[in-house]
């Protein structure tokens, strides 16, 4: 029955699917997630800790434990791991981001790129090996990497990634690269890398949508245009999000608790609100199914709703409803939606 397919049997002909997993997953200790997890993902991408603040806190430290068990289980589990993510302008490590000199910084660069890909190399399937290096009209993000290595830094990351670990899948991963200018600079930025005779297997879309407006039109030209580029085409961090991204007045750390307004299905989601993101995303699946030859992976962003980065974005403490299980892990009807474009 619909209520017990498993995601990753039904497209199992088609594409990857994947999750993200938070620490705690890693770890088994959180028993129903593990279970879905199991049940229905065959690729997953640790949320946070193979990023350089946690897993090279200090010059010459590294913190591969996490890492590691995310590996074991990985192995354990037949479930193919995706590192996130190599290079990152955000959560870098104090000391990385107060290197003030550019030899230094290149030298912290070069390590960092060395010993985390090598480790890892033949045990994870893929890298996302630069993450995020542009801005929205197409231009290079304005960042430490680009201010001390200049924006050769993308290509000089993956050139030592391929050195380093020759059997993962390279990729480029950012967000809103399914917008027309976005979209542009990330061609000429791949289109570099790969004239400079350099390895990269794949662009990651991120996939960080909202309910009603999910770009589809682009999202189809986007798969197009990259794949004639010979790349693959992966959505990296699926969740289609309900609630509003812009609060007048509200800032980041302000608590949703002092505004209800803020958070206006805390109670539950209107059903008007269920059936649009159930049609989002049975619409998605559909066009993935279609360029299924250019779509080799899927992962949603998170096991559930709950445990979202969403609800703490843009304000702590939302009632978010991104992805398709519930807070009860229960699938939800976007779940079906989904599970029917097979049938
Ligand atoms: O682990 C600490 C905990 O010890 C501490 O008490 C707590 C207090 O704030 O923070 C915890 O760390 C948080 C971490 O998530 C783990 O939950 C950080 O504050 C928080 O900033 C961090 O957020 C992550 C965010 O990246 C950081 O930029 C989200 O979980 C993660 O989902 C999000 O993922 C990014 C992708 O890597 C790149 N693309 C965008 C995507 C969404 O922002």
Known sequence: TAQDASLKKVFAKDFGIGTAMSAGQIEEKDPKANALIQKHFNMATPENIMKAEIIHPQWDVYNFDLADKMVAYGKKNKIKINGHTLIWHSQLPAFARNIKSVDSFRTFFTNHINTVASRYDGKIFSWDVVNEALNEDGTMRKSIFLNRLGDDFVTEAFRLAAKASPKAELYYNDYNNEQPAKRAGCITLIKKIQDAGVRIDGVGIQGHWHVGKVPFKEIEESIVQY?????????????????????????????????????????????????????????????????????????????????????????????????????????????????????
């Open 227 to 343: 794949g004639a580029m010979g790349l693959k085409v992966m959505f990296t961090e699926l969740d289609i999000e309900v609630l509003p991204r812009s609060f007048q007045g509200a800032d980041v750390n302000q608590r949703v608790a002092s505004n209800p307004a803020l958070n206006p299905y805390k109670d539950g989601l209107p059903d008007s609100v269920q059936q649009q993101l159930a049609s989002d995303y049975e619409t998605l699946f559909k066009l993935f199914l279609k360029y299924k030859d250019k779509v080799t992976r899927v992962t949603f962003w998170g096991v559930n709703d709950g445990q979202s980065w969403l609800n703490d974005w843009p304000v702590r403490g939302r009632t978010n409803y991104p992805l398709l299980f519930d807070r009860e892990f229960n699938p939800k009807p976007a779940f079906y939606k989904v599970i029917g474009t097979k049938k």
